[in-house]
Structures are given as C-alpha cells and as structure tokens.
C-alpha cells in the first residue's frame, strides 16, 4: 500500500508561516504530480496547490502569492510553504498524487491558524 506521509501542520497567529512536508514512495513520487489540499470543518476538501514533475506549479487563488510548493526530487518531498496565514487558511491539509487511475492520500495534517 502506498502511503503519503505529511507533516509540519501546527497552531500559529495570524500573519505568521509553517512549511509543511510530505514524503512519497520514489516509484511513485518521481514521475508524477503531487498536490497538496485542504479541507476545513464542514467544508469540502479544495486544491491548494500543485506541481508537475517537471516543476510546473498551480495555485488556488486564495492563497496566491502567500504559499509556495516545490519538490525535492532526491528526497521524493514535496513542500508547501506557508506565509502570510490568515484563519480562513485553518484546516486539514492533505498531500495527493495520482498513478494511472490510482489516486493517493496522505492522512493528513492539521494547521490552525489564530486570529
């Protein structure tokens, strides 16, 4: 069973940073997009950004020119940098990639953002 595993989610004020990770098996992480989403109580689970293996990178409006996602390719990571966070930013994120038809999720992890 694949498995994504994320990390780096945490409590912080408004205005401030975190960097989230996620570490995906080589075979899968090397030739394929990853993304990260979130998902906030009561809401459904949104794209918040991705990155093509080539490195070509999509953000969610909402967090334009705020959050930063890059690959490190040797260590099979993916990050999501975090800066200027705002409350409405609180919420399960989620690190995701897709296989052929398969779809992989990681199990999650938690950032709460303060106001």
């Known amino acids: 069973q694949v498995q994504l595993v994320e990390s780096g989610g945490g409590l912080v004020q408004a205005g401030g940073s975190l960097r989230l990770s996620c570490v995906a098996p080589?075979?899968?992480?090397?030739?394929?997009?990853m993304g990260w989403y979130r998902q906030a109580p009561g809401k459904q689970r949104e794209l918040v950004a991705r990155?093509?293996?080539?490195?070509?990178?999509t953000y969610a409006d909402s967090v334009k020119g705020r959050f930063t996602i890059s690959r490190d390719n040797a260590k099979n990571t993916v990050y999501l940098q975090m800066d200027s966070l705002e409350p409405e930013d609180t919420g399960n994120y989620y690190c995701?990639?897709?296989?052929?038809?398969?779809?992989?999720w990681g199990q999650g992890t938690q950032v709460t953002v303060s106001s």
């Open positions: 990155i093509s293996s080539n490195g070509r990178t």
């Open positions: 995701n990639t897709a296989s052929g038809t398969t779809l992989y």
């Open positions: 080589g075979r899968i992480f090397s030739n394929n997009a």
